[in-house]
């Protein structure tokens, strides 16, 4: 797509196939023209050719020579005018038909190849296209001073000019087209791409919160530990493990050396493990730490639940495949009835190897023990370029092959309906604007003109007929096609034997030089070889007619050849082109739009994790940080009422942000069980009511009706009752609680996010003795659009 004056990929290829076509079929003209030339010439005329032709093809040599190293502006346009002002100006050195007709066809190429030469300079190829008519004018002047110069090759050149600008033009536009749709397509694949990468990240930072933040502050906060000299160390390394960033673990690791290095925890809640690894087991990096923190998540959870201190791990390669194993005879439990926001299986083992790729599974039933199972397949050793994997980088959600190849396809597809309306618009202009004045001035040449007069209707039909289905957006039909061919196939032979001897490729033929332009608009789609293959048939056919009426003479078939050239070589060329753009330009553009997509991606990812991590942390820097920081650097002791129950609520608050992604039909509800269930684990007995029916809350509205709630339940003591009540114009949530302590600190009172508060929401709190009621509603506005049962 073209953005401030910057092309776009496809319109880039384009430009440069079209530049590279047009300097390699001048100079393949020049060279092919200046050979047959040699041919006709008379022995004393050799050294005149010779000598303009050397300097022709020198200049043709230079310029292809800058198709590798570029040489300046003004030398390559003073190069080009040369060559076209000495062949207008030979004629009178040259002489004779055949130098005329060399002169015309040499010069009526370059002005053509000069339109694709200097398509990114269109008044560098008008100037060039006519001084290359000026030349040919006053060569034809100086070669015949007592005849009117002939006003039909200029009208020809000038067609021709015409017709290649806007075969440029049209394929340009079609290019322009598939960039600016590619780039559509690409910037809303880029948009899902960093929804799901941070998705992705979300979910496993919210892992290592789990892990790790999460599963400390709780075990304070229930003080069930009497020798605490375990948690400095590990409020350090909570600290260290939410400051770093998730999914942006480059290069591999040796899976074996980490899982040696798991944590088995200390003293009585320690667990002893045997361990057989068959190593090393070098794996990319993502992975590597997906398998290590969910092995340390299940360790910790045979310490908390299989009610035994022994377990065995094992790790070993299974063809491609990199299995990790740690199993217990512990007391076993049934997967199934885990709750969803219980988040030691779902989000740190199951959750961390489906976002890198891999997969986990739990096989457990109560009274058998308990086997986890971690697999990552790795799909190439040498992983492929271009398929960004989270595990081995920033993240960048791999791109399908055939998401490329839809978009090459689609690429291919915009360049072959430029390049059929380009063959289309040619056929139709020269056909009528060239072979019908043609076939009107020479009809008393034909034998018979009526012939002539059908095939010329034949033609017409054809173009007309495939053109419909063309500006319709439909393929031709195989049957109308091979028609259609038989059809353009039956005009080149009526066109050959209806002339008399002496006239093919002359005035009189109008059919030669357009029958291939229609048989390229009807095969467009087609690998070139097939229109080749047409393109001798039609010269055969012609050939035959030639022989048929009297042999040659070598001038003549210098003349014949040059004339071929002209139009079919031509015709070849064009043919050669469209092949290239639909199967080199159209996968390399696909190729470079995947690759500066990628990048893109990339790009955006890295700046919304860095800006979704930043905005994470500092949430946490408000509570969450200055007590692990407190309890990492001693200044807050795990002894302390006061702390424990700061933790307290602080595991409660985390618990409901585990539970904010729930796929669940009542999210407020869901989340306050969250925080009923972290009360109930310190011994607070708590009931839940809820009256009316549920309807839609805001994910920010929900944060701050909850917040008063997780803060009143971790400090409760004994017993709480938290009712939920949902109006049409409303939604309140109240709690009470029983032997609530005091609040010394105001962070409690506080929501845990710095974010300003909804207008709509309001919170009231009263403490009467011992107890502590605080309710927070929302009322919702008119502006809102949510809508309340």
């Not at 006061?642 to 009542?666: I, K, P, S, T």
């Amino acid at each position: 797509m073209r953005l401030r004056g910057h092309e776009g990929n496809s319109e880039r290829l384009v430009n440069r196939t079209v530049e590279r076509y047009g300097v390699w079929l001048r100079s393949t003209v020049v060279c092919l023209c200046g050979a047959l030339g040699l041919v006709w010439a008379d022995a004393a005329d050799v050294s005149w050719t010779l000598s303009l032709l050397a300097p022709a093809v020198l200049a043709c040599g230079v310029r292809l020579w800058s198709l590798r190293r570029p040489l300046p502006f003004a030398l390559l346009w003073t190069l080009d005018a040369a060559v076209v002002l000495l062949m207008g100006l030979s004629q009178p050195v040259l002489g004779g038909e055949g130098a005329n007709a060399m002169v015309e066809v040499t010069v009526g190429i370059s002005v053509i190849a000069f339109q694709f030469e200097w398509a990114m300079r269109p008044v560098a190829g008008a100037a060039l296209a006519l001084l290359g008519a000026v030349a040919c004018v006053l060569g034809d002047l100086l070669s015949s001073p007592a005849h009117d110069p002939d006003v039909a090759p200029l009208v020809r050149l000038v067609v021709q000019v015409g017709l290649s600008r806007a075969a440029y033009l049209i394929v340009r536009a079609r290019a322009r087209a598939a960039d600016r749709s590619a780039a559509v397509r690409a910037a809303l694949r880029r948009e899902a791409d960093v929804a799901a990468a941070r998705r992705a990240t979300e979910r496993a930072y919210l892992a290592t919160l789990h892990d790790t933040a999460s599963a400390t502050l709780l075990m304070v906060s229930q003080g069930d530990s009497r020798d605490w000299s375990w948690l400095p160390p590990r409020a350090r390394q909570d600290l260290e493990a939410l400051s770093a960033m998730p999914g942006f673990e480059t290069g591999s690791v040796d899976l074996a050396a980490l899982l040696d290095c798991v944590p088995t925890g200390e003293g009585k809640a320690g667990v002893r493990l045997t361990t057989h690894i068959e190593g090393p087991l070098a794996i990319p990096s993502g992975p590597g730490l997906a398998i290590f923190n969910g092995v340390r998540e299940a360790v910790t959870n045979v310490a908390h639940h299989a009610g035994v201190r022994e377990a065995e791990l094992g790790a070993w390669r299974e063809g491609n495949d990199v299995v990790v194993e740690l199993s217990d005879r512990g007391r076993g439990f049934d997967p199934e009835s885990v709750p969803a926001r219980r988040r030691g299986i779902s989000g740190s083992i199951i959750g961390r190897m489906r976002a890198v790729g891999g997969t986990a599974s739990i096989t457990s039933r109560p009274g058998t023990g308990t086997r986890v199972r971690w697999r990552w397949h790795d799909r190439d050793q040498a992983p492929q370029a271009g398929r960004g994997v989270r595990a081995t980088g920033a993240p960048c959600p791999p791109r399908p092959q055939a998401q490329h190849t839809a978009a090459i396809r689609f690429i291919r597809g915009q360049l072959l309906y430029g390049s059929q309306l380009v063959a289309l618009l040619i056929c139709l202009v020269w056909q009528f604007a060239i072979s019908l004045r043609r076939l009107l001035a020479h009809q008393d040449v034909y034998h018979p003109a009526w012939a002539q007069t059908a095939a010329f209707v034949c033609l017409a039909a054809v173009a007309v007929t495939g053109g419909a289905y063309l500006l319709r957006g439909r393929r031709i039909p195989p049957w109308v096609r091979g028609w259609s061919l038989g059809a353009v196939l039956a005009v080149s032979a009526v066109g050959a034997y209806t002339l008399p001897p002496g006239q093919s490729t002359g005035p009189a033929d109008w059919a030669f030089g357009v029958v291939g332009w229609h048989a390229l608009f009807l095969l467009a789609d087609l690998r070139v070889r097939v229109f080749a293959a047409f393109l001798g048939a039609h010269i055969g056919i012609n050939a035959t007619a030639v022989v048929w009426s009297g042999a040659p003479t070598a001038a003549e078939s210098a003349v014949l050849g040059i004339a071929t050239i002209g139009s079919c070589g031509l015709q070849l060329s064009v043919g050669f082109l469209m092949t290239h753009l639909r199967h080199g330009t159209a996968p390399a553009a696909g190729s470079a739009a995947a690759r500066e997509e990628e990048l893109r991606t990339r790009e955006r990812i890295q700046e919304h994790l860095q800006s979704d991590h930043k905005e994470r942390y500092r949430a946490l820097t408000a509570t969450t940080v200055p007590l692990l920081v407190g309890l990492g650097h001693g200044v807050l002791s795990p002894y302390d009422e006061e702390v424990r129950l700061r933790c307290g609520v602080e595991g409660a608050r985390m618990r409901r942000l585990f539970a904010e992604g729930d796929a669940v039909l009542d999210p407020l509800l869901n989340e306050l069980r969250a925080c009923v269930e972290v009360a109930e684990h310190q011994g607070v007995t708590v009931s839940l009511a809820v009256r009316g029916r549920p309807g839609e809350v805001p994910v920010q509205v929900r944060r701050e009706l909850i917040d008063p709630v997780a803060v009143t339940l971790g400090r409760t003591r004994t017993a709480a009752r938290v009712t939920v009540v949902w109006t049409p114009q409303n939604v309140r949530v109240s709690v009470v609680g029983v032997d609530c302590a005091d609040d010394r600190t105001a962070g409690e009172a506080a929501p845990s996010h710095d974010r300003p508060m909804d207008a709509n929401v309001s919170v009231v709190r009263t403490r009467r003795g011992e107890s502590m009621w605080a309710e927070a509603s929302w009322s919702r506005s008119a502006s809102s659009g949510v809508d309340l049962p």
